[in-house]
């Protein structure tokens, strides 16, 4: 008798410290994740399109210019080699992943990853074109002027391009999750409610 009323009253603990807790929609994160994956889709496609179009107009301007622009071209084609690569290897991995495959945590790891690959990127473009504007100051006492103010002058228009492209994403991002992703976090979140079990010790 007396062991049946310690399992009654073990019981009735438990319940009255049961608080109602969140549940993680599914819907919503599989939704976020196909809008990441379709935003970096047609990031990709826009830095392969400034590449290939730098690619075309350097490639022309080397065989076709003298002085500090043949080398400003020149910069401006061989710079775009690289981020044509890195939009193609970018858009095929974006396109490859399968958002119903993908668990909360991974797809939460996917995001924060790529956050700061973009926030350590802007800060890379950042030092390309202080890099750009020492070359251009270089090119004032260097033998070789014409080719360091056009090389500078490339990289500091790739750089800012890069930048301005980086953030710009950033953001984007931020905004999608702020939408679809953070309220499926938040566990204070009503329009997220459901019930879980929570022991409050």
Do not use: C
């Amino acid at each position: 008798m007396i062991k049946n009323q310690w399992i009654l009253l073990f019981i009735l603990l438990l319940f009255a410290i049961i608080t109602p807790a969140q549940a993680i929609n599914p819907e919503s994160l599989i939704e976020f994740e196909r809008h990441r994956q379709s935003v970096n889709q047609t990031g990709m496609m826009v830095l392969g399109g400034w590449a290939l179009g730098n690619i075309m107009t350097g490639s022309y301007g080397h065989f076709n210019t003298t002085g500090q622009t043949r080398y400003f071209h020149q910069m401006n084609a061989m710079w775009n080699v690289v981020n044509l690569g890195i939009a193609t290897f970018g858009y095929l991995g974006a396109s490859g992943a399968d958002p119903m495959g993908m668990g909360i945590s991974e797809i939460v790891r996917e995001y924060t990853s790529f956050q700061n690959i973009l926030l350590l990127n802007a800060g890379l473009d950042v030092a390309y074109m202080t890099a750009g504007f020492y070359l251009r100051e270089r090119s004032k006492t260097a033998s070789r002027p014409d080719m360091l103010m056009g090389f500078g002058n490339s990289i500091i228009l790739q750089g800012a391009f890069l930048f301005v492209f980086d953030v710009v994403l950033f953001f984007i991002h931020r905004s999608n999750a702020s939408v679809k992703l953070y309220p499926v976090l938040d566990m204070t979140n009503p329009d997220y409610a459901g019930f879980g079990l929570v022991i409050g010790l």
